[in-house]
């Protein structure tokens, strides 16, 4: 049995609880250590200056593998892309709302800028990067299609999961538990060609 030891490079806890639960089942033949930042006590901030969800993710990952000799690191950046806003909030889904961003003040925002809007077609990005010692390995990307409703429903996830709404399971992302938006979302599309990749990594 191979043991690979990974960092997952984020502060963001929604996506720390998916990423553990997406990653805990990588088959018979490895075996996958999870590290946390607060694990390694590394409270640094990485920033985010790239233009894409691929060049942040890139730019995180290498950074925060400088902080963990010797340890495959993982960082991911993703946000809602909407459509009819020309790909807003993309890359600033986090802050949309800035300042003072809270996931809820960013749906508010969102909901108002697309009042009266049509078209509600939305899709959920990922892209995971992974980065060993400053030097970045490979990257992956992530894709999922719904669409943005004007109420909130459901309690669980994270983000704009209330208001995104996923047409084959009649259901928005924050009505499905964990297992549920793990078997289909965006962050589990990109990890699971993130796990296809990590048997090729040499042993460290
Ligand atoms: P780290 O940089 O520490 O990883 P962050 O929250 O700042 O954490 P991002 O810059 O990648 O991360 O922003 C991602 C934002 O996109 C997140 O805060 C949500 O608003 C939104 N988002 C991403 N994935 C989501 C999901 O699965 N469900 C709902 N919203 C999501």
Do not use: C, W
């Not at 400088?66 to 892309?81: C, H, M, Q, R, V």
């Not at 983000?159 to 538990?177: C, E, N, R, S």
């Amino acid at each position: 049995m191979r043991e690979l030891t990974l960092l997952i490079a984020t502060f963001n806890q929604g996506k720390i609880r998916e990423i553990q639960r997406i990653l805990a089942h990588t088959g018979d033949r490895l075996r996958v250590t999870l590290l946390s930042l607060a694990d390694l006590n590394i409270a640094a901030e990485a920033s985010e200056t790239g233009n894409s969800f691929l060049e942040n993710a890139a730019e995180k990952s290498v950074y925060y593998s400088k902080f963990a000799p010797n340890t495959y690191t993982i960082a991911e950046d993703s946000g809602l892309s909407v459509t009819a806003l020309n790909g807003e909030p993309g890359i600033y889904s986090a802050r949309y709302s800035d300042p003072g961003a809270t996931d809820d003040k960013n749906i508010e925002k969102l909901l108002h800028k697309l009042e009266n809007q049509a078209d509600r077609r939305a899709t959920f990005v990922t892209a995971v990067s992974l980065s060993l010692d400053g030097r970045l390995i490979k990257s992956f990307i992530g894709e999922v299609e719904g669409e943005i409703i004007d109420q909130r429903r459901g309690e669980s996830g994270f983000g704009y999961d209330p208001i995104f709404y996923y047409p084959p399971l009649q259901k928005t992302f924050a009505q499905l538990t964990t297992d549920q938006k793990n078997a289909i979302s965006h962050r589990y599309r990109a990890l699971e060609k993130l796990r296809q990749f990590l048997p090729q990594l040499p042993v460290i």
